[in-house]
């Protein structure tokens, strides 16, 4: 039988799974050589986006005993349509598997940056390390150091993929405030084709809140206002990680009567979203928008009211594959699932975490 063209052992195999094939890398040399390509690993990742509708969690689950504190990280699969069957997430068996043992960094202290196409961008504040990491391979990549100019300032991150350059980048920013209230920010990007960070022109706006930038549309998206603590002000500044420059957009029309709110942002089915929680009156709203870049766009997707307790925290987390459902964390110990149309909610059970 004649030996197949490389071409059709390539589209074969990239339609298979990972785990599977880092089996099939000890078949032979050529299939070796041709896995380990960059071309067919872009081949696989498309593959893989186009064929497979599983969504993932990432979840972080602490456990203190006997005065000894772990931190583990698991992957779970959110359901297709938690709404019209059983809610619970399941645990994923393979080839996700469960926490990170092969981490390189110590679970207690890892902070998450963000995620693309499988792979996790994680840091150790404490030894100012950052790794690029892949749960699925279980390979990672340090991140080599970069200049600090600021020593006593700490570092706001951001992660993503740039399709046009096929390239994975992070953003660093270094928050600085002059004797004036002047604020800028040390503004650096890594590149994982050049390996190798570099200095971009700083951004005009003070970041107020460090939770990571929103990747949506090719781009990082952090909340910003152009003055100095001032939380009441708020734009959102848009890092294109093409160009690698910066622009501001509106945000929605929420309510900016109440005394106090919290502003996260997220990425809701491919779409730019934001979570209002207004402190201490009970009530959240969740906005989403419908086409990007547009204000008259934004969609109040969510309304949630007269919620028992304060909400310290109401952000989305994932979807359904249908987008009629979304997945929301709650005060970051509670999952819950709320059907946009119905504005209906119910709270997501967790199957697989450790008990302790």
């Given at each position: 039988?004649?030996?197949?063209?490389?071409?059709?052992?390539?589209?074969?195999?990239?339609?298979?799974?990972?785990?599977?094939?880092?089996?099939?890398?000890?078949?032979?040399?050529?299939?070796?050589?041709?896995?380990?390509?960059?071309?067919?690993?872009?081949?696989?990742?498309?593959?893989?986006?186009?064929?497979?509708?599983?969504?993932?969690?990432?979840?972080?689950?602490?456990?203190?005993?006997?005065?000894?504190?772990?931190?583990?990280?698991?992957?779970?699969?959110?359901?297709?349509?938690?709404?019209?069957?059983?809610?619970?997430?399941?645990?994923?068996?393979?080839?996700?598997?469960?926490?990170?043992?092969?981490?390189?960094?110590?679970?207690?202290?890892?902070?998450?940056?963000?995620?693309?196409?499988?792979?996790?961008?994680?840091?150790?504040?404490?030894?100012?390390?950052?790794?690029?990491?892949?749960?699925?391979?279980?390979?990672?990549?340090?991140?080599?150091?970069?200049?600090?100019p600021?020593?006593?300032?700490?570092?706001?991150?951001?992660?993503?993929?740039?399709?046009?350059?096929?390239?994975?980048?992070v953003?660093?920013?270094?928050?600085?405030?002059?004797?004036?209230?002047e604020?800028w920010?040390?503004?650096?990007?890594?590149?994982?084709?050049?390996?190798?960070?570099?200095?971009?022109?700083?951004?005009?706006?003070?970041?107020?809140y460090?939770?990571?930038?929103?990747?949506?549309?090719?781009?990082?998206?952090?909340?910003?206002?152009?003055?100095?603590?001032?939380?009441?002000?708020?734009?959102?500044?848009?890092?294109?990680?093409?160009?690698?420059?910066?622009?501001?957009?509106?945000?929605?029309?929420?309510?900016?009567?109440?005394?106090?709110?919290?502003?996260?942002?997220?990425?809701?089915?491919?779409?730019?979203?934001?979570?209002?929680?207004?402190?201490f009156?009970?009530?959240?709203?969740?906005?989403?928008?419908?086409?990007?870049?547009?204000?008259?766009?934004?969609?109040?997707?969510?309304?949630?009211?007269?919620?028992?307790?304060?909400?310290?925290?109401?952000?989305?987390?994932?979807?359904?594959?249908?987008?009629?459902?979304?997945?929301v964390?709650?005060?970051?110990?509670?999952?819950?699932?709320?059907?946009?149309?119905?504005q209906?909610?119910?709270?997501?059970?967790?199957?697989?975490?450790?008990?302790?």
């Amino acid at each position: 039988m004649a030996e197949l063209q490389t071409e059709i052992i390539a589209e074969i195999l990239s339609r298979v799974p990972v785990k599977t094939l880092l089996r099939f890398l000890c078949v032979c040399k050529t299939w070796y050589s041709l896995i380990k390509t960059p071309k067919f690993i872009k081949l696989h990742l498309n593959q893989t986006l186009k064929f497979t509708t599983n969504r993932h969690l990432l979840i972080t689950h602490t456990s203190i005993s006997t005065a000894v504190i772990r931190r583990q990280f698991h992957f779970f699969e959110i359901p297709d349509h938690p709404l019209k069957g059983k809610i619970n997430l399941k645990k994923e068996p393979c080839p996700l598997g469960g926490p990170f043992d092969s981490c390189p960094l110590e679970p207690i202290s890892i902070q998450l940056h963000g995620s693309c196409n499988g792979v996790v961008c994680i840091s150790d504040p404490q030894k100012k390390d950052v790794v690029l990491y892949n749960p699925t391979t279980k390979t990672h990549r340090f991140l080599p150091p970069t200049e600090n100019p600021y020593p006593d300032k700490f570092s706001i991150f951001g992660f993503g993929y740039d399709s046009e350059s096929d390239d994975y980048k992070v953003l660093r920013l270094m928050q600085c405030v002059g004797p004036n209230d002047e604020i800028w920010n040390d503004a650096r990007v890594y590149s994982l084709r050049r390996n190798s960070w570099k200095r971009i022109k700083d951004i005009p706006y003070s970041v107020i809140y460090d939770h990571g930038g929103a990747l949506v549309n090719g781009a990082l998206h952090y909340i910003v206002s152009k003055v100095a603590f001032d939380s009441r002000t708020k734009l959102i500044a848009k890092f294109d990680l093409g160009t690698e420059t910066y622009s501001v957009m509106d945000c929605p029309d929420y309510d900016k009567d109440l005394d106090s709110w919290t502003v996260y942002l997220g990425n809701v089915d491919g779409c730019l979203s934001l979570s209002v929680n207004y402190d201490f009156h009970g009530r959240a709203d969740l906005w989403v928008m419908k086409e990007y870049g547009k204000k008259e766009s934004w969609m109040r997707a969510v309304s949630i009211g007269n919620h028992k307790g304060n909400l310290i925290d109401f952000r989305a987390v994932g979807c359904s594959d249908d987008g009629e459902c979304i997945l929301v964390e709650v005060d970051k110990f509670e999952l819950r699932w709320y059907d946009m149309r119905r504005q209906l909610g119910i709270r997501a059970g967790i199957e697989g975490l450790p008990k302790d």
